[in-house]
């Protein structure tokens, strides 16, 4: 009977440590978040740029939104402006940075939808392609073009062109905040 007791502490002593170990394993794994990452600073050559030159990227895609191209330039170039942070000009050559806005479409999948013929009375099946597109923000050092830094923003779908407008806008919105809060970052927690 001792020697019962005696096996079971010594097998009870050989698990404990890998219990512990998987334990803190899944621990550290459950609180890995977005959150708990911070985020990595800006080259200081953005952060120190005086004067930049807002680039309207080229894009080929078919299927853009109306206007889609120009409005989401022309919201990017209104939001730079109203910040302050920088010197828009005229001119890269005048520049610190270049801030380059890209548009990058997608297929977004397709959707599948039937169609009543009431002359056949039959159903048709149809099916079109969703576009979907990336908005990007691509900083270059204005005089070795260097990339210095990027960042993407899904657009919003929408069906009507007024609510495409607004999914351009808000994108674009989104692609600034993000460049602002970079501008500032906030004191590590560690």
């Known amino acids: 009977m001792l020697h019962r007791t005696a096996f079971r502490y010594l097998l009870?002593?050989?698990?404990?440590?890998?219990?512990?170990?998987?334990?803190?394993?899944?621990?550290?794994?459950?609180?890995?978040?977005?959150k708990s990452i911070?985020?990595?600073?800006?080259?200081?050559?953005?952060?120190?740029?005086?004067?930049?030159?807002?680039?309207?990227?080229?894009?080929?895609?078919e299927g853009l939104t109306k206007n889609g191209n120009a409005l989401a330039f022309d919201s990017l170039y209104a939001d730079m402006k109203s910040w302050g942070k920088y010197q828009?000009?005229?001119?890269?050559?005048?520049?610190?940075?270049?801030?380059?806005?890209?548009?990058?479409?997608?297929?977004?999948?397709?959707?599948?939808?039937?169609?009543?013929?009431?002359?056949?009375?039959?159903?048709?099946?149809?099916?079109?392609?969703?576009?979907?597109?990336d908005f990007a923000l691509v900083l270059y050092d204005a005089k070795s073009k260097d990339q210095l830094w990027a960042t993407t923003d899904a657009c919003g779908v929408a069906r009507l062109v007024k609510n495409q407008q607004k999914e351009v806008i808000k994108s674009i919105g989104r692609l600034v905040d993000g460049l602002k809060r970079r501008m500032t970052p906030k004191a590590d927690p560690h």
């Open 88 to 133: 828009l000009v005229d001119s890269p050559k005048d520049a610190d940075i270049v801030i380059e806005l890209q548009y990058r479409p997608y297929s977004g999948g397709s959707r599948s939808f039937g169609v009543y013929n009431p002359s056949t009375c039959t159903v048709q099946s149809r099916t079109v392609a969703v576009p979907a597109a």
């Open 38 to 61: 911070p985020e990595a600073p800006l080259p200081a050559a953005v952060v120190n740029a005086k004067r930049v030159f807002v680039l309207d990227g080229q894009t080929t895609a």
């Open 12 to 34: 009870i002593a050989a698990a404990l440590p890998f219990v512990l170990v998987s334990g803190g394993v899944a621990h550290a794994q459950k609180s890995v978040s977005r």
